[in-house]
């Protein structure tokens, strides 16, 4: 797992809340944010982007990879979502398997929740035996 040092999960955890508060969810009212590490230590924060035709919708953590992937970066040190809920809420699974695109299977995943607490997961652990680039080739050449 990649090592985040303290003053990187404080700012980690300040902008995943953060990004939470510019959410637009009229619909469900289930705001998210995330804040997203890259590997040259530039932030990105995400929310959730509702639409009235519901399958449109975007979610907080793939808003801040496409952020961040538009701008060049491929490599990431860690990712945490926040939410309004008491328990923790973990990405969907097309989120999953959005992250896993870019991976590492190591990359942190911090689920915030209202309580002021954290629980740390991997990628890996969110999605076991992901379909990757690696598995497409090998179907691309047969
Ligand atoms: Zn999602």
């Not at 995943?16 to 705001?31: D, H, I, M």
């Not at 979610?59 to 926040?82: D, M, N, P, Q, W």
């Amino acid at each position: 797992m990649n090592h985040i040092s303290k003053e990187n999960l404080d700012l980690l955890f300040k902008y995943a809340l953060e990004a939470k508060e510019t959410s637009y969810s009229p619909y469900s009212k289930f705001r998210v944010g995330a804040a997203l590490l890259t590997k040259d230590g530039t932030w990105y924060k995400g929310c959730n982007v509702e639409n009235a035709s519901y399958g449109a919708a975007i979610c907080a953590e793939r808003t801040a990879y496409c952020k961040a992937i538009s701008e060049g970066h491929r490599e990431f040190i860690a990712l945490a979502v926040s939410t309004d809920q008491d328990d923790f809420v973990s990405p969907c699974g097309i989120c999953r398997q959005f992250i896993s695109e870019f991976g590492p299977g190591s990359l942190p995943v911090y689920l915030l929740n209202t309580k002021g607490e954290f629980k740390l997961i991997t990628l890996s652990e969110l999605l076991p035996l992901s379909f990757s680039l690696e598995q497409g080739q090998k179907f691309l050449i047969k």
